[in-house]
């Protein structure tokens, strides 16, 4: 790989990095995307260009606002380094339009993924606009490349399985179990992963959601009645799916 190609790869992912963090906060208070500018939300200071530039404005500013010091949170430069990262490591070999269209399905899951995993975490949400933009890549591939009954009874098997499932709960507790967020999350990764794909994720993310719950609870860090928010659990699975197919593979094998 030639220094260009780290220089832009980098570059394209550490400006969508900033783009992303500024989605994180917006999409859950309603906030436009692109207006207004970005600004501190301590202090409500519109953010000058120089003090916006990703990773290094942090560094510069030693993580506190120019105006009212008070501290930037460090997900800021760390979501910027990922994406940076990860588009650097997408990034592809040589500009032929399959090679483009590669990096741009890849790492508009990544963006979205990432975006998804930090508001369910902080605001226990799974926005719509968020599965919609998910829905529409996935199925625009799929149709493309698949055929129609692995993302179908793929996408099916997501909503029915998990929708029945809570709500049987629903009868046995008066409780949800899962939230419809979740559900539709799971039919929208079944395009893509098709039905044993989708069956796979669905299995290990309650199996990871109610081993993390319980050691939580067990250090009493959550409360047995409280809700935790299962979207996490469901993306980094899907991640792994997506991003290192050969993880499940070996996994599978050793049992
Ligand atoms: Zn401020």
Sequence with gaps: ????????????????????????????KGIGIFLPRSFCPKC?????????IPVLSYIFLRGACSNCKNPIPRQYPIIEAITGLASYLLWPKNFEIFNILNYAFYFSIFCIFITHFLIDL????????????????????????????????????GVLFPLSVTWLFYLAKKKEGLGMGDI??????????????????????????????FFLILINKLKRESEMPFGPFIILVASLQIFFPKFFESFLKIF
């Design 184 to 213: 539709k999350l799971f039919g929208i990764l079944g395009l893509h992963l098709g039905p044993m794909g989708i069956i796979q994720n669905i299995f290990f993310s309650c199996l990871g959601g109610s081993l993390i719950g």
């Design 122 to 157: 902080k605001h226990k949400i799974l926005p719509n606009i968020l599965n919609l933009y998910l829905g529409i890549i996935f199925l625009t591939f799929s149709i493309m490349f698949k055929n129609w009954q692995f993302w179908l009874y793929g996408s099916l098997i």
């Design 1 to 28: 790989m030639d220094y260009a190609s780290i220089f832009f790869g980098v570059s394209f992912g550490l400006i969508f990095g900033s783009f992303l963090n500024a989605l994180i906060y917006r999409i859950p």
């Design 44 to 52: 409500e200071k519109t953010i000058p260009w120089y003090e916006n």
